[in-house]
């Protein structure tokens, strides 16, 4: 019999991680040329360590046909020319290194790009062992399967003329799917791995995990395909002791244990059920939603290896939600036609959605670092940018980071920025910017600096939460326990000022963090409108 697989505890501790997500192409550009470069984001990593985080998940920088935010992938280990190189991404990772930052990257093994050399390898001729790389038919296989971006595409199944056959893609037709059933792409995979681990990345956003199991099952049915996982995982452990897979994996809550299995398969989940909970939180107005919402996790699935966060570089995806309850959210914040994407979705950013309120929006970020998980912000939500909604499909969330109210809002010190940041008006650069809130107290970004800076005392929040009930529905009330010491999480949802019962009495507890709370009573506690604070005991 083999011996049991190692546990893996995890390396990331939900009090003090903090996952900041960069698009590469638009953080910074060091070289005048208009392109977020990789040095751009090595000069901004005091900023980043200033701000709490601690984790920096770079969006796609490979050489890519630059039709899908660069997951369309031509080379997995070539870095764009534009973007940086092998040099660039070395000093990058080292210098984040030597401030207690970890890099994680993205690995895009469902697809390719069909401008990939196996792919055009695999068109044109069927006896390329690149052939069976990919999903070939002589008819379109109907099995149900519905592309992912309609009415973009609308199905998954492309005639080539080259290759005479048609070929699957479950996202766009420009992305053949990869076989993750043909031993030699699982190889490749895991070559794609070490090279980059070997270049010091802590591991990988996976990208479509649930697609890729499903084609792993068509080798062998085991586990579902999830032993696909496995092998993963232990290629990332021959390199690192402590790697992080995280997959994107959006699915039921009670089926994520079955990805992580203590760690042994992915180490964490990004989980897209508590995002779209969140949002019908906020679209009600009423807390109570999440106390069931957090009780559908089994205890496979612990809080500690979920990843939250707000908004992400695609649409706001609601597919974990009833249609009633989309209907719901997309009523409260995308009313318009023009701000929904593919039948299901929210492409607005969010500081947009929450009608760009510094209070409101820091409160939402309150109630992320109060959930016992591992929370990402996405870069420019922690000033509150915008969106810019005549741009097509998700670009309109994929706008340049606004550093300064000066030219380009600093993305750029050259004349020509590839993507200009918004201007003018509430969201732009030149009232909107990283150098103005630095220097205000109550601005977006110090608000939510604060928030990550006194979690990384609060130990306790790494703990799952025990929701309490205050006899009020608008407020989310956490408990959280660790070595004796007791942590009182208070965040109102609402817009109107909520009074609470406090388990215990106020004399029980002492403010870590507040924003707005005091305590009429010893009994209560009032929050003002869209207030939260930490009360530890
Ligand atoms: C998830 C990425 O976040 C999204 O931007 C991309 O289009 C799909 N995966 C396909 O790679």
Request: charged share 30%; aromatic share 10%.
């Amino acid at each position: 019999m083999n011996p049991p697989e190692p546990l893996i505890r995890s390396s990331m501790r939900p009090h003090d991680t903090v996952i900041y997500q960069i698009d590469p192409r638009l953080f910074r550009d060091a070289n005048g040329h208009g392109w977020g470069t990789l040095d751009g984001i090595t000069e901004k990593l005091d900023y980043l360590a200033w701000l709490g985080a601690t984790v920096i998940w770079l969006l796609p920088f490979y050489r890519s046909g630059d039709r899908d935010g660069g997951y369309d992938v031509v080379d997995h280990c070539a870095i764009d020319p534009r973007l940086g190189d092998e040099a660039s991404f070395d000093r990058l990772v080292r210098a984040a290194e030597r401030r207690g930052l970890r890099v994680v990257t993205e690995l895009v093994m469902q697809h390719t790009s069909d401008r990939h050399p196996w792919f055009q390898a695999a068109q044109r001729d069927r006896k390329s062992p690149y052939r069976d790389y990919y999903i070939w038919r002589d008819q379109p296989e109907a099995d149900g399967s519905k592309p992912i971006f309609p009415p973009i595409e609308s199905g998954v199944w492309r005639w080539d003329a080259i290759a005479g056959q048609y070929y699957r893609h479950r996202f766009y037709a420009h992305e053949p799917d990869l076989e993750l059933a043909t031993p030699q792409v699982r190889e490749e995979a895991r070559r794609i791995m070490r090279h980059w681990l070997d270049r010091g990345v802590a591991g990988f956003r996976v990208d479509a995990i649930p697609y890729m199991v499903e084609r792993a099952a068509r080798a062998d049915p085991e586990d579902g395909g999830r032993w696909l996982l496995r092998e993963m995982n232990a290629e990332a452990r021959r390199a690192r002791s402590d790697p992080v897979l995280i997959g994107e994996a959006d699915i039921a809550a009670g089926e994520y244990g079955t990805y992580l299995d203590d760690g042994r398969r992915l180490t964490h989940v990004l989980d897209f059920h508590l995002n779209n909970h969140l949002f019908l939180v906020l679209a009600r107005q009423d807390a109570s939603e999440l106390a069931r919402t957090l009780a559908e996790y089994g205890e496979d699935a612990p809080a500690a290896r979920r990843v939250a966060w707000l908004r992400n570089n695609d649409e706001l995806d609601l597919e974990q939600l009833s249609p009633e309850e989309r209907k719901e959210v997309m009523d409260a914040f995308a009313p318009e036609p023009w701000m929904q994407l593919y039948h299901r979705g929210i492409r607005r950013r969010l500081a947009p959605m929450l009608d760009g309120d510094p209070q409101r929006i820091s409160m939402t970020h309150a109630l992320l670092f109060s959930l016992g998980q591992i929370p990402v912000l996405r870069f420019g939500d922690e000033i509150g940018v915008g969106d810019e909604l005549e741009f097509p499909e998700r670009e309109s969330g994929r706008t340049p980071m606004q550093w300064h109210a000066g030219t380009h809002a600093g993305f750029t010190d050259g004349p020509a920025p590839w993507r200009k940041p918004i201007a003018g008006g509430r969201y732009g650069y030149e009232r909107l910017n990283v150098r103005a809130q630095r220097q205000q107290n109550d601005s977006l970004l110090s608000r939510i600096r604060r928030l990550l800076h006194a979690r990384r005392h609060c130990e306790a929040l790494s703990q799952a939460p025990r929701i309490v009930d205050v006899g009020n529905r608008a407020v989310f009330a956490a408990l959280f326990e660790h070595n004796g010491s007791r942590l009182l999480a208070l965040v109102n949802v609402s817009a109107d000022a909520q009074r609470i019962a406090l388990p215990g009495g106020s004399g029980d507890f002492q403010v870590e963090l507040a924003s707005d709370v005091d305590f009429p009573d010893p009994a209560s506690a009032r929050l003002s409108a869209y207030g939260y604070a930490w009360l530890s005991a």
